[in-house]
């Protein structure tokens, strides 16, 4: 028998019982001289290793990271490492344990989008992985993706995570709290405001280095934003505002009215038809 042996997507029997955290299944095939313990796969370039960490599997990362012949920090055709694959699904003690070791490169970026393990973690709404990976001297709290220019706080606003990882970031003197990304031009306001996350949107407009009416690539603010979506409670957090148009118009002439009478939203447009200055006629 040969316990090397591959299958059509060069998957070796270690590369299935890693993934699915068999450890002892993991700890005999290690003991052989004829396994590989670092073999990458065909499709993805992934070694045991990479699908462990991402299904969390603790005491398999363990054996594995203790194998002289495993990368902790291999990359995959995307350039994804282990630890990558661990902080976006939120496993804490894989990524502590993968944190140990020399020569790791904790801010590393992907290939598909430049995203860094932080980014994902941040995003998820992770917060112990999170605060593992700020601790660090060398993870840059305030980067930039590759693709689209958004950064740490911008995903995790996206994602509506207040406590897990939002006020985590909010707390660094590192962090541009109203970076707008190289795509859309969006902020993390208008992120959090496009998503309905409430919670979120209080956070940063109560912060005096976010302005709360900032326009996008496109000239939509996040009022526009909340309103197309008939997010009722932050289009009422933002009206509330004096420093909120509530009928500005974007590069397309239209107004949060004419995005919320579209999707139908009554208590949003009631919201904004009882702001002063906000025409009902407004033509775009």
């Known amino acids: 028998v040969k316990a090397d042996s591959m299958d059509n997507y060069r998957w ?83 990524v502590k344990l993968l944190l140990t070791r020399n020569h790791l490169e904790t801010d590393s970026k992907d290939n598909n989008y430049g995203r860094t393990p932080l980014s994902y973690a941040a995003e998820g709404g992770h917060k112990a992985v999170v605060k593992l990976l700020l601790a660090r001297n060398d993870v840059e709290a305030n980067s930039k993706d590759r693709c689209f220019g958004q950064t740490p706080l911008s995903y995790a606003a996206a994602g509506g995570h207040e406590a897990a990882a939002v006020k985590l970031l909010l707390a660094r003197n590192d962090v541009e709290a109203d970076s707008k990304d190289r795509y859309f031009g969006r902020t993390p306001l208008s992120c959090a405001a496009e998503g309905g996350h409430e919670a979120v949107v209080k956070l940063l407009v109560a912060r005096k280095d976010v302005e709360a009416d900032s326009g996008d690539n496109d000239g939509r603010t996040p009022l526009s934003k909340a309103a197309e979506g008939g997010h009722e409670g932050v289009v009422k957090l933002l009206v509330a505002r004096n420093d909120v148009e509530a009928d500005s118009r974007n590069k397309d002439g239209r107004t949060p009215l004419s995005y919320a009478v579209e999707g139908g939203h009554e208590a949003v447009v009631k919201l904004l038809l009882a702001e002063d200055g906000v025409n009902p006629d407004s033509k775009d």
């Open 12 to 94: 070796t029997p270690l590369s299935y019982a890693a993934e699915l955290g068999h450890e002892a299944v993991v700890k005999l095939l290690m003991a052989r001289k004829d396994v590989e313990a670092d073999s990458k796969d065909n499709n993805y370039g992934r070694t045991p290793l990479s699908y462990a960490a991402e299904r969390g599997h603790k005491a398999v990362v363990k054996l594995l990271v203790a194998c002289n012949d495993v990368k902790a920090d291999s990359k995959d055709n995307y350039k994804r490492t282990p630890l990558t694959r661990a902080a976006e699904r939120g496993h804490e003690a894989v």
